[in-house]
């Protein structure tokens, strides 16, 4: 029986992957080849995916990128017991884009069969849920706080602060939220975790379960993830048979489910409280804070919501110790963080490091640059709301803190990349009308700020009046930042002004004020 | 491609009860009306109101709101193009415009024939295979010329 791990995962899926899988069952079947085929996670290396391994007696042997309809001259070249092919890979721990990597929270993520929980079981999944309920819930807050632990999703905030608020506040029920909506451009963290090693999300929550008193857990899964809301379906209705899931979680006197809710493809409900509205039923417009979710949330009843990577990192932390988390990263940003890394890129994937590698390091060193071949120009990290950085810029380390004194942030820690070829006024133009469109229409700045701005960086791009129009913006940007109730409207500024800032010669070479900075 | 049904009453007072006991039951209810039926009628908007005691109001709003939702029914393939930065920066401006000429339409409308609708979708997370695409529930990455003649061969089918 040979082992052949074939990615379910979608940078695999949309590259060809199902049908790959259907050749090599076809010649399974044909041949006699006696293969045993998983549909495993991705590794991370995007840019080679497909990424098909075999299991030889040298360990697993990777080739990629594998296109579909090369299946049989693969076989016939003899990957099947790692020969050499021009697309062998070889060992992908021994790969210097994952060589580097520290893999915590992406440990199992493209080495295990995803659903298989005797495969996460054999590759230590589960430990920090038995071990959080060993402890109790108050030994569980301190040890996620203790690891330093902050908001994946871009906003940074201790998460054992927020779990202790919850598990203080008086409620008939609680409940756990997990923000899948990842709709942030460059960013595919959350999906790869769901879609790779979904049990560990479901441990996180059901960790956050014991550590509040909560009992139901959602997740709100945007549409766009098709092949996450399978796996994550699946995975759920088999934790639940096993009883990791239900009335008594792992035998123990806890209680508690989880469901996948999905959302309808609006960007804001990335913001936690439209988040919560959207669940509720309503239209996903932002809410007024205070009240904090972690007292009134969903339903008004107190509630935990977190990014999908700040909850998938927590049955490591209760597996391993608050202290080996803690000890990886730089200043107050601790432990490891999922970068992902898009666009024009020539290594394109996800890479898990410590915190405190700079820009250059990323971009350069570990992704190649451009998948052009161009000179890099700009890169936009955090999403549409993040400040494009120039080369400048790429001595800055990846930490919460230090991209926040370059006026720009780390979000969730998406990259993108740009070659020469960028016109940055047209980048500029399209965070405006990006916020138009997604913009939930609740507060003035947002709604109507973006809408002006768009229309005003249009009237520059025609030459019209250009350093009095560029005045206009500023002024708009300064009342959007300081006037919109969320970070769709507060942020929006942010790779407008970065653009302005640091590519003034695209704004028709008249540089504003902010500029000279 | 999933094939939709004409609206019966009975049929979606059927889906809707199914789904209301669910805690916030109407993004659920919607999306299950619209997978059967392809789109929110008026008098889906009626029937969701009247079994959820919401306000026709409130119900038209929560499907105007989302991208999801369309009040009117779409071609028999939906061809979603990601037009968000990550693409762009691999050139899906370009994709794009070759799209809408192909199919001779524009983003959000719909061939004459009732084939395809074509969408604008901000980010469907294959960032670093980009520039991708969604038909339907299919996805596809890392679009070049021939992959678009296919997919464009595919919303004929």
Same mark, same amino acid.
Request: glycine share 16%.
């Given at each position: 029986m040979t082992r052949v791990f074939i990615p379910l995962d979608s940078f695999a899926v949309a590259c060809g992957a199902d049908e790959i899988a259907e050749e090599f069952e076809l010649l399974n079947t044909e041949r006699g080849l006696s293969l045993d085929i998983v549909r495993n996670g991705s590794r991370g290396m995007a840019w080679l995916e497909p990424l098909i391994e075999v299991e030889t007696n040298?360990?697993?042997?990777?080739?990629?990128?594998?296109?579909p309809g090369e299946v049989a001259s693969l076989i016939d070249a003899g990957i099947l017991s790692g020969g050499e092919h021009e697309k062998r890979i070889g060992k992908v721990e021994e790969h210097p884009f994952f060589a580097r990597q520290i893999r915590m929270t992406f440990k199992r993520c493209g080495v295990t069969d995803p659903l298989s929980l005797d495969d996460y079981k054999a590759h230590g999944g589960l430990k920090g849920l038995e071990r959080a309920i060993d402890i109790g819930p108050e030994a569980v807050v301190a040890e996620v706080t203790e690891s330093g632990l902050r908001g994946r999703g871009g906003a940074g905030f201790p998460t054992g602060i927020k779990w202790k608020t919850v598990a203080g506040a008086e409620g008939a029920r609680k409940y756990i939220v997990a923000n899948a909506d990842e709709g942030d451009s460059g960013t595919f963290a959350d999906r790869m975790i769901m879609e790779g090693d979904p049990y560990c999300l479901i441990e996180g929550m059901a960790i956050a379960g014991v550590a509040t008193g909560a009992t139901k857990g959602y997740i709100y899964l945007r549409s766009e993830y098709p092949v996450a809301i399978d796996v994550m379906n699946e995975a759920i209705?088999?934790?639940?048979?096993?009883?990791?899931?239900?009335?008594?979680?792992?035998?123990?006197?806890?209680?508690?489910?989880?469901?996948?809710?999905?959302?309808?493809?609006?960007y804001v409900c990335g913001e936690e409280t439209s988040l919560l509205d959207s669940l509720e039923g309503k239209r996903g417009q932002v809410r007024f804070k205070p009240p904090l979710p972690a007292i009134q949330g969903l339903f008004g009843m107190p509630t935990v919501i977190n990014n999908v990577i700040s909850l998938a990192s927590t049955p490591e932390i209760l597996a391993q110790g608050a202290q080996a988390y803690k000890e990886l990263g730089m200043g107050r940003s601790r432990g490891t963080i999922p970068?992902?890394?898009?666009?024009?890129?020539?290594?394109?994937?996800?890479?898990?490091?410590?915190?405190?590698?700079?820009?250059?390091?990323?971009?350069?060193?570990?992704c190649g640059?451009?998948?052009?071949?161009r000179p890099v120009r700009a890169v936009q990290v955090g999403g549409p709301l993040g400040a494009y950085f120039p080369v400048s810029l790429f001595d800055t380390p990846f930490d919460y803190e230090a991209f926040a004194a370059k006026d720009g942030l780390i979000g969730h820690a998406g990259v993108v990349i740009f070659d020469d070829t960028v016109d940055m006024m047209s980048q500029a133009r399209f965070a405006f009308e990006f916020c138009a469109i997604e913009s939930c229409g609740k507060c003035t700045p947002c709604r109507v700020g973006a809408v002006r701005g768009y229309e005003t960086m249009k009237k520059i791009m025609d030459g019209e009046r250009p350093a009095e129009n560029l005045a206009v913006i500023e002024d708009l940007c300064n009342t959007m930042k300081f006037g919109s109730l969320c970070a769709l409207g507060g942020f929006t500024p942010y790779p407008v002004v970065s653009a302005m800032r640091h590519f003034p010669e695209d704004f028709h070479g008249t540089p504003m004020s902010v500029a000279a900075e | 491609m999933a094939a939709h049904a004409i609206y019966d009453a009975d049929e979606a007072a059927e889906?809707?009860?199914?789904?209301?006991?669910?805690? =916030?039951?109407?993004?659920?209810?919607?999306?299950?009306?619209? /997978?059967?039926? !392809?789109?929110?009628?008026?008098?889906?908007?009626?029937?969701?109101?009247g079994e959820l005691n919401?306000?026709?109001?409130?119900?038209? =709003?929560?499907?105007?709101?989302?991208?999801?939702?369309?009040? /009117?029914?779409? !071609?028999?393939h939906v061809l979603k193009v990601c037009r968000a930065e990550a693409c762009q920066a691999a050139g899906s401006d370009a994709v794009a415009d070759a799209l809408e000429k192909a199919l001779g339409i524009k983003f959000g409308e719909t061939t004459g024939d009732g084939q395809v609708t074509l969408e604008a979708v901000y980010c469907l997370g294959l960032c670093a295979t980009a520039p991708s695409a969604m038909l339907d529930r299919r996805i596809v990455g890392r679009l070049n010329e021939a992959k678009i003649g296919k997919l464009v061969e595919e919303t004929r089918l």
């Open positions: 040298d360990g697993r042997i990777a080739y990629g990128p594998v296109e209705r088999r934790a639940r048979e096993a009883g990791v899931l239900g009335a008594a979680m792992l035998g123990s006197a806890h209680a508690f489910d989880i469901e996948v809710r999905v959302g309808a493809g609006a970068i992902q890394i898009g666009g024009n890129v020539k290594h394109g994937g996800l890479l898990e490091v410590p915190f405190g590698l700079t820009l250059g390091e990323i971009v350069e060193d570990l640059g451009t998948a052009s071949g | 889906i809707i009860g199914s789904l209301k006991g669910l805690e =916030g039951p109407l993004l659920p209810i919607l999306h299950a009306l619209q /997978e059967r039926f !392809g789109h929110i009628s008026d008098e889906a908007v009626r029937q969701i109101a919401l306000t026709r109001a409130e119900v038209y =709003g929560v499907v105007t709101f989302y991208h999801d939702f369309h009040k /009117e029914p779409h !071609g028999r």
